[in-house]
């Protein structure tokens, strides 16, 4: 089936090369006028001034996208999204002073979202996941990275993997899974003092084997921090996780510099991500490698912290910088990633059209898919997002809102909704303004 997307306000491709775009290359996203885009099957075929393409596909299906922006579907390239209950009393502790850490070392945090989901069903897990994965979609992503992660038991970890592996077969959205059993070090091998290191062998020996074995993760991810895995047990499991075939990516100076961005430059890991403590070695060493800092702001925001990546030296040294939602119970319970692209703006002071590349063709990077998606080009993936905007700046500007109209992913669609009554008072000010 061919459809043609037409009549959009504004189509803002992000083409380019398929690959990270690092430091100026970032600043483009390429905002076309009077343009449409060609879909066949799964694949874009063309896209071009709407005249020519209205002759050229005249057979086609057309998608009205009048008074609308068409932009690449967004690719959230770090979430959490497979846990059981959500953490809501953590947020009034943290406020009455009690820090991320302190909470986590009085049982709460991870170690909460592990005994619960220890006790759930496969089923129940997916029938949880399901709805959550929707929603993030509906602001618009076609690709989301789901890790596992609150299991850390061989049983627990796959359970977790499997639920995802299904919801990517259920859904139309493009799910990669990343294996977290190095999320944190679960309480029974905590309790065996001087043990720890146990926990290590047995993500090693036991639980990559099998995750390999089933063909369950595209990645491995590790939480590299104080108190959680040192860079010397990251670099082990890491390492391990590669001559597995696993690609890899790491949690890295979330909180404290801890040598985390070294680690994955050195490793030639795929993304490091949050950075928020990142030291100046750190930016010295992402800019002269491939990895793909991915900055989660949202994440800084909801747990009240005041730091926040280094966004613009990051850019200005010449790394490439996605955006993701990092999607969790614990640290930022947001499914809506727009609003990522406007913290993106007024916290880590980047352009509109940085966010938007970071959102989309550097996401699909940090997932080693930039030859696949991420881009409005003739033989990417049919994967498109409309938005309820006249102009891109929009898009982070109408801050929280849900402005998200349809996406397609592989040239299906995922979900539509209706023109909203606020279209009225938010998108007629030249009116007003020409009195
Ligand atoms: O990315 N930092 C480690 N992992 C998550 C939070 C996990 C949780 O608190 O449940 C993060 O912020
Ligand atoms: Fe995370």
Aim: net charge negative; with cysteine; aromatic share 6%.
């Amino acid at each position: 089936m061919t459809m043609l997307f037409v009549n959009a306000t504004q189509v803002v491709t992000c083409s380019g090369p398929g690959r990270a775009r690092r430091g100026a290359e970032m600043s483009d996203a390429s905002v076309l006028t009077d343009a449409a885009v060609a879909v066949e099957g799964k694949k874009i075929v063309r896209v071009g001034p709407a005249e020519i393409l209205l002759r050229e596909y005249a057979e086609a299906e057309q998608v009205d996208c009048a008074g609308c922006v068409l932009t690449p579907g967004l690719v959230d390239s770090h979430t959490h999204a497979i846990f059981g209950r959500p953490r809501y009393e953590e947020q009034e502790m943290r406020a009455a002073g009690v820090g991320y850490m302190d909470i986590a070392r009085r049982g709460g945090g991870i170690h909460s979202s592990v005994s619960d989901l220890r006790t759930r069903s496969e089923d129940d897990l997916f029938a949880l996941a399901l709805p959550r994965v929707l929603r993030l979609a509906s602001y618009g992503s076609t690709t989301i990275e789901v890790k596992s992660g609150y299991g850390l038991s061989v049983e627990d970890e796959l359970k977790s993997l499997r639920v995802i592996q299904r919801l990517g077969r259920e859904l139309p959205v493009r799910l990669v899974p990343t294996w977290l059993g190095a999320h944190e070090i679960p309480r029974e091998f905590r309790e065996r003092e001087g043990q720890r290191g146990d926990y290590v062998r047995y993500l090693i020996d036991e639980m990559l084997p099998q995750v390999a074995a089933e063909k369950l993760a595209s990645f491995a991810d590790v939480f590299c921090e104080p108190g959680v895995f040192s860079v010397e047990e990251s670099r082990e499991i890491l390492s391990a996780s590669r001559g597995a075939g696993l690609s890899l990516k790491l949690h890295a100076d979330e909180l404290e510099p801890h040598g985390g961005a070294e680690l994955a430059a050195e490793l030639g890991a795929t993304s490091a991500d949050h950075l928020a403590a990142i030291s100046d070695a750190g930016i010295a060493a992402l800019a002269q490698s491939n990895t793909v800092a991915t900055l989660l702001p949202g994440t800084m925001v909801f747990l009240g912290k005041e730091k926040h990546a280094p966004a613009r030296r990051l850019i200005d040294a010449g790394t490439a910088v996605a955006l993701a939602t990092d999607f969790n119970p614990g640290t930022s319970p947001t499914f809506n990633f727009p609003l990522i692209l406007t913290f993106g703006v007024s916290q880590l002071h980047m352009s509109v059209a940085e966010t938007l590349i970071a959102a989309t063709v550097n996401g699909a990077a940090a997932l080693g898919l930039a030859n696949r998606t991420g881009q409005l080009a003739a033989g990417y993936s049919a994967d498109l997002a409309l938005w309820e905007a006249e102009d891109i700046r929009e898009i982070p500007y109408w801050y929280g809102d849900r402005r998200c109209m349809g996406t397609w992913a592989r040239g299906k669609a995922c979900h539509a909704r209706r023109p909203s009554d606020n279209l009225n008072y938010t998108h007629r000010h030249n009116s007003t303004m020409r009195g």
